[in-house]
């Protein structure tokens, strides 16, 4: 069964077109990349994909219910990592994640579990505004996957991670059907099985991780 | 039960935040001071006068600091992009709206406690029980309209200038109503409970309204 289904998903920012005429299936526990250059719509098309935004048209299905309709129940069911982190930065990294608990309904004793996954265990109780645009990043990731999302949504999840960024994505995209998007060709070809191209809001490619290596 | 605790929830994390980066609520008292200071040397002030000035003075100094205090509301979630983050939990929007209203609301009595003393000890006159549930009703229907619109205007760049102009026409019933009960606390003519009870019919019809309009306004 297909956890996404996006048929013909077209946008327009003003007269401008962002995405035209997308179609994209991702079958569970697929891992999809999709690269593409600064102003490509990888943005646009992620949001779209994660219900935080409607799309001028287009058809879109997620884990099988309409998208626009289903959205408050399907964000239950999304990890979505946006583009900048979003975090509350008076706050401490516990904090953080306690109060994104509180609105999700899920049990805080979840948030030290989410901060050992990426790393933050010693960071707990030091405020978000203080964290390196790396750690603010692991932070984001925890919080997108305090409710143990089925489809996890990132939107350049490696920006300022280091080295062990890759290991810490793969860690949590385990077992999860994902769609990221990022520059990083190396990474995408290391984390998903699928890559797919956007080129001025156009689907260039979608294939195989073998077939667009070789 | 589960809206109740959302809407709890963003209001102890703005109040929290706001306590521990100090933004708001001491610049907004450093205004209401200052704002009282420039009318009483505006304005000749006496014992007869003061009844009747200081109840225009007391509005115009809470609106304006209203209008900066709601507008900080969303401005601040949308610049750390925040705001979505939060929509994107699939908790309601009304939740939401309420919690920012109240967390709002509170950092404006917080406020309200420095403008009041002040005003006694500026104008000589007498602060009641009446007076001040007067201004704490009126700050609860102001609260959910200048947070509508300021929820409305946050992803705009002219946001400080449409907000004043979205919110002050809504405003004007509590303004009107609370000048008359501030007015007959103070001893100027007037009927008190009137007015009182008007307060609480806008306050009832605005929370109604807001709570509806806040899914089309926080969602789209």
């Known amino acids: 069964m297909s956890a996404i289904v996006a048929e013909r998903i077209a946008h327009w920012f003003g007269s401008e077109p962002a995405l035209d005429a997308i179609d994209l299936v991702v079958d569970r526990g697929d891992h999809v990349a999709i690269l593409g250059e600064n102003g490509a719509g990888k943005t646009t098309l992620l949001r779209i994909l994660a219900t935080a935004m409607r799309p001028s048209s287009g058809k879109l299905e997620i884990m099988g219910l309409d998208a626009f309709r289903e959205r408050r129940r399907l964000r239950g069911r999304i990890g979505y990592l946006a583009h900048a982190p979003g975090l509350y930065p008076a706050l401490t990294a516990a904090e953080n994640l306690e109060f994104f608990c509180d609105l999700r309904g899920a049990d805080r004793a979840r948030v030290p579990e989410a901060l050992d996954m990426v790393g933050l265990t010693p960071a707990a109780r030091r405020r978000a505004g203080e964290l390196s645009r790396g750690m603010q990043q692991r932070l984001a990731i925890a919080r997108a996957m305090l409710h143990d999302p089925l489809l996890l949504i990132f939107d350049e999840p490696d920006a300022s991670l280091d080295a062990d960024g890759a290991e810490l994505l793969a860690q949590v995209m385990k077992g999860r059907t994902t769609v990221l998007a990022t520059h990083d060709q190396a990474l995408a070809t290391r984390l998903c099985q699928r890559l797919v191209h956007l080129r001025k809001g156009r689907l260039l490619g979608a294939g195989s991780r073998l077939r667009i290596v070789q | ?220």
């Open chain 2, 1 to 220: 039960m589960r809206t109740v605790t959302i809407a709890l929830a963003i209001t102890r994390k703005d109040l929290v935040s706001e306590w521990r980066s100090r933004e708001l609520v001491p610049a907004l008292g450093q205004f209401v001071v200052l704002a009282l200071v420039i009318a009483n040397f505006g304005f000749q002030i006496d014992s007869k006068s003061a009844p009747a000035i200081a109840p225009g003075v007391l509005w115009l100094a809470l609106v304006f600091a209203g209008l900066v205090a709601f507008g900080r509301a969303f401005a601040a979630e949308r610049e750390q992009a925040s705001l979505e983050a939060v929509l994107m939990t699939g908790a309601p929007s009304a939740a939401i709206f309420a919690g920012k209203a109240l967390g709002a609301a509170l950092m404006l009595v917080l406020c309200e406690a420095v403008l009041l003393p002040a005003l006694a000890l500026l104008f000589g006159v007498q602060i009641s029980g009446g007076l001040v549930a007067a201004v704490l009703l009126a700050t609860i229907g102001m609260s959910v309209l200048g947070c509508l619109f300021a929820a409305m205007v946050a992803q705009l760049r002219a946001r400080e200038l449409l907000l004043p102009l979205l919110a002050l026409p809504l405003w004007i019933p509590f303004i009107v109503a609370g000048g008359q009960a501030v007015q007959a606390a103070m001893g100027a003519s007037g009927d008190f409970d009137q007015a009182l009870k008007l307060l609480i019919d806008f306050d009832i019809l605005f929370v109604v309204l807001t709570s509806l309009a806040a899914r089309f306004v926080l969602d789209d």
